[in-house]
């Protein structure tokens, strides 16, 4: 590329991995594709099948991405606090330096939410309630919706998505599917992309980097007509690990068991598959709108010189052990969609174990700017050797992290085919699971105490541990809380 490329990036919230029928066809059940855009997009792109979250919740994942360094050294290790008192590198006030127009539409989810963190242009959406902090406040799709429909109507909308967001334990379906008050045209997903084409149609000498990111499929999973209908319950195959009981499984017992319970008890096989086919029905809705954002780039011409990253923050259970939502550390959860259209890099597959916090010294190396590689800070490794298929100096390995105490902090490494999960259990004694992916993709089947697995697991825990110790030092010392909280302090 002799010129700079401009750079879109587009995120989905909580979108499990295999949801891409390009990427994983027929699953679902589904015999047609509900994502035709992205599959013709996948067709053009490196399609990274081992990517993963550097954490499997919304804040630090992102932030993350967008500094290049794991949520313990940036310092967002979960939702609604701030960034540690030092320099980051954000990459759009990066990419600004090196002569790019920067833009934001949607969900940014960091504090503070006035905060420009290098984006020029800003349309925000970080969350439509205020259950849990303010982003109703700072939400621009919020101020619009009111002006749109609902001040003619006498309700506020906040009111109504409060009363989704706080029925968890009253009524979880609620919770989960939301009451579907918003038409088609009131949803976000489309004042998604009218705000990012408003952005990609300013006239610019510069090139542009964009960051158009939706709320969804993140709960409430139910879309508006003509989605809700599309995918028929009765149609979805459940996940091969839905039944799975986990009794053998440490860290599952501890953290997951007991909600599995409560949802096993409250819903029928049925109601998995209807509230499934509710979150297909949205990525459907997804992939139609953000097809909607291609075409607009297409159309200006400027599609030869456009990457595009398409990924998300994290995945779902989505029915796998009978739960839903995140932040756990397995592959429902963790493992995510990440595509990448390079010009001048033919569309291919790479199995190689990567992690989304690599795209950010990506992006830089493609946009010409190598400094990174000087920053000691940084933990993101440049997949540009990978995009051109080179894999001979890839370390097959990544990390992610989730937890606002460092000494109960979840972590995992995943090396070639194998996955090990670390629970950090206070003053006892870790606690472990380790998986053979190759022989057991749904990850049920334990096999720390394998004999026959000895010499990997003495490796595993060997690396995963360092790598957790170097990362409860990074640990920030207080967390400036922007939720309903008052500040902690780490001990």
């Not at 992309?193 to 709320?215: C, T």
């Not at 010294?361 to 997949?383: C, H, I, K, Q, Y």
Request: contains cysteine.
């Amino acid at each position: 590329m002799k010129q700079q490329p401009n750079i879109l990036m587009i995120m989905t919230d909580q979108q499990r991995f295999d949801t891409l029928q390009a990427v994983y066809p027929g699953a679902w059940g589904q015999k047609e594709s509900l994502t035709p855009n992205l599959d013709r997009l996948a067709r053009e792109s490196t399609v990274f099948t081992n990517a993963y979250t550097p954490s499997p919740v919304c804040a630090p994942a992102r932030a993350a991405i967008k500094t290049g360094v794991y949520p313990p050294g940036c310092g967002v290790v979960t939702n609604w606090v701030d960034f540690k008192d030092t320099k980051l590198d954000f990459l759009p006030a990066v990419l600004q330096k090196q002569g790019y127009d920067t833009g934001l539409v949607g969900k940014l989810h960091f504090t503070p939410a006035d905060g420009d963190f290098g984006f020029r242009f800003r349309r925000l959406n970080d969350a439509p309630y205020s259950v849990y902090a303010d982003d109703d406040k700072t939400s621009d799709y919020i101020r619009w919706l009111r002006e749109f429909s609902f001040d003619k109507k006498g309700i506020d909308p906040v009111s109504l998505f409060d009363a989704d967001e706080s029925a968890f334990d009253s009524n979880l379906e609620q919770f989960i599917a939301g009451s579907g008050f918003r038409t088609q045209e009131e949803h976000d997903i489309p004042w998604v992309v009218r705000n990012s084409q408003e952005f990609l149609e300013e006239k610019r000498e510069k090139p542009y980097f964009l960051f158009a990111s939706f709320f969804g499929p993140h709960q409430p999973y139910l879309p508006p007509e003509p989605w809700c209908s599309l995918v028929k319950p009765e149609s979805v195959v459940l996940p091969e690990n839905f039944e799975a009981q986990m009794e053998h499984n440490p860290i599952f017992n501890v953290r997951c068991s007991a909600t599995a319970k409560r949802m096993r008890e409250t819903f029928t096989k049925q109601d998995y598959q209807r509230l499934i086919a509710y979150n297909l029905g949205q990525i459907a809705m997804l992939d139609a709108y953000i097809g909607q954002l291609l075409d607009t780039v297409r159309r200006s011409g400027e599609w030869d010189n456009t990457i595009v990253v398409f990924l998300s923050d994290h995945g779902d259970h989505l029915g796998s052990y009978g739960l839903f939502f995140k932040g756990d550390m397995y592959d429902s959860c963790c493992k995510v969609p990440l595509f990448m259209k390079v010009p001048g890099v033919p569309a291919q597959i790479c199995s190689k174990n990567v992690n989304t916090l690599d795209t950010y010294a990506t992006l830089l190396e493609l946009a010409g700017d190598v400094s990174f590689r000087d920053n000691p800070v940084l933990e993101s490794r440049s997949l540009v050797n990978l995009l051109h298929g080179d894999s001979s100096d890839w370390d097959d390995e990544t990390y992610s992290i989730y937890g606002e105490n460092p000494e109960t902090a979840l972590c995992m490494l995943k090396s070639g085919s194998m996955k090990l999960i670390r629970l950090g259990c206070g003053e006892g004694e870790a606690l472990y699971e380790l998986y053979d992916l190759a022989a057991d993709p749904a990850e049920t089947q334990n096999r720390w105490e394998d004999a026959a697995l000895a010499g990997i697991r003495s490796e595993l825990k060997k690396k995963l541990d360092s790598w957790y110790l170097r990362q409860a030092k990074a640990y920030p010392k207080t967390l400036v809380r922007h939720n309903k909280a008052e500040q902690v302090e780490q001990e």
